[in-house]
């Protein structure tokens, strides 16, 4: 373990560990010089975290919609208990699916609990479709449905923050996390503009307990109260899987997604793929991304091109390519669709999918949550994932659409300060 800590210790020099920078010298120092590997990594996320990668999981890659087929299979077949925890829930046939699915298994005995997020879900929209074909038909059901943080006087601090979770949990065994929504805009293949291109995974294994706690937390706070145990069963170790779910939230200081992205993007060696639907990453990490290339690592990103759900993010996005190419950092836009996916790829062996966009917002307000895990199969399945995105994507240079101008600028001060403490 010695060997490891000095390794982890910050740097002589390193954004003023000498004392040169005031400023940095008393933030998350970085670049850090992660020991190679698996454990090396999983020892690093453990001291800024609080968990490491545990063995013994089962995951699967599922895209777009085919989600919801292998969800709702889960959900038809639980024994005890269903618990969604989700941003966006709104009417639609594929709320409908969900609806009755919960409605059947509620009725055969099974605790069926649903928490949502209201500004996702209802109260920006200033419709309330989901009381009455959503919610009115889950409790007369039996379904018991929670709101998070209601939005009382609309104050900004509360209005920012909100939980982006997207979390299923089914008998305490199985959990889903990644990009979904219950909407129509998750449904199809991520081809054309109204059905958006994501990625999500379901995980058999230890950390499904953390997930559900993670669901717990939410339940608590919106009144639900508190799971029975038979919510908790015990997990034995089935399958070849490392995997870590972080959990995250808003926060005076860095927060736990903070400190995973810097920490997964330091253990790359070889190979940094990254695809994010809101990327406008911190000036850290932007650092942390040249440093990368100048090491030699492949660094890619992918966004949102033309179909952007949100103008102003798409902006200031953009307003990162001038100094990532001039470092190196090769750039694409996902262009038949909404990219909505919260993915990243190092070497061929650690993956990241979940909630965690790499804006302001994300990092410093909301709940988030990301499932980190080693498992080259699953690598190798988001390698063939990349490459028929880039076939539907333009590649960025600074004489197409990679220089910055005035507007883009203003975007990233204004999307970087309303995740700013306050």
């Known amino acids: ?41 999983s020892f690093a ?33 639980a024994k005890h208990s269903v618990h969604m925890l989700v941003y966006i829930w709104r009417p639609c046939e594929l709320s409908d699916r969900f609806v009755e699915a919960l409605m059947e298994r509620s009725r055969a005995g099974v605790q069926c609990r649903v928490v949502v997020d209201p500004v996702g879900s ?15 038909r889950l409790t007369d059901a039996g379904v018991e449905v929670h709101y998070y943080r209601l939005l009382a006087g609309k104050v900004l601090g509360r209005l920012l923050s909100r939980s982006h979770q997207k979390i299923v949990v089914v008998d305490g065994r ?5 990009g979904f929504g219950i909407w129509k805009v ?46 908790f069963p015990k997990l034995e170790a089935d399958g070849g899987g490392c995997a870590a779910f972080i959990d995250s939230s808003g926060r005076l200081g ?55 759900d949100v103008p102003v993010v798409r ?7 001038e100094r990532l190419l001039a470092a190196g950092v090769r750039i694409w836009e996902y262009q038949p669709a909404m990219l909505h996916s919260k993915t990243m790829l190092v070497d061929d062996w650690l993956c990241v999918v979940g909630s965690t966009n790499l804006d302001s917002l994300s990092l410093n307000k909301l709940s988030e949550g990301s499932l980190v895990f080693e498992d080259r199969e699953i690598a190798a399945k988001m390698e063939v994932c990349w490459e028929k ?24 001060r204004a999307t970087q300060w309303a995740g700013h403490d306050r």
């Open 315 to 321: 902006a200031s996005q953009r307003s990162t390519y």
């Open 186 to 231: 998750w449904e199809g293949e991520g081809l054309k503009p109204d059905n958006w291109r994501d990625t999500h995974i379901r995980v058999e294994g230890p950390e499904v307990a953390r997930i559900q706690v993670t669901f717990s937390k939410h339940w608590i706070e919106s009144g639900g109260g508190f799971l029975p145990r038979e919510c």
């Open 122 to 136: 209802e109260e920006t929209t200033g419709d309330k479709d989901f009381d009455q074909q959503v919610e009115k």
């Open 254 to 308: 860095i927060t736990e997604a903070e400190r995973m992205v810097r920490l997964v993007v330091a253990a790359a060696t070889k190979r940094l793929w990254i695809a994010n639907a809101y990327f406008t990453p911190p000036n850290d990490v932007l650092e942390q991304l040249e440093v990368k290339v100048r090491q030699g690592v492949d660094v890619r990103v992918m966004g949102p091109g033309p179909e952007h």
């Open 174 to 178: 199985v959990a889903y996390t990644g």
């Open 389 to 412: 995105d880039v076939r539907h994507s333009k590649e960025i240079s600074l004489e197409n659409g990679g220089r910055t101008n005035p507007w883009r600028r203003f975007a990233r």
């Open 45 to 77: 996320l453990y001291q800024a975290t609080g968990v490491g990668l545990t063995p013994g999981h089962r995951m699967h890659l599922l895209e777009n919609s085919q989600v919801f087929d292998r969800m709702l299979e889960d959900i038809r077949a």
């Open 1 to 41: 373990m010695s060997e490891l800590t000095d390794e982890l210790l910050p740097q002589p020099g390193a954004h003023g560990f000498d004392g040169g920078d005031e400023t940095r010298k008393h933030e998350m120092q970085g670049p850090f010089e992660l020991p190679p590997g698996p454990e090396g990594f």
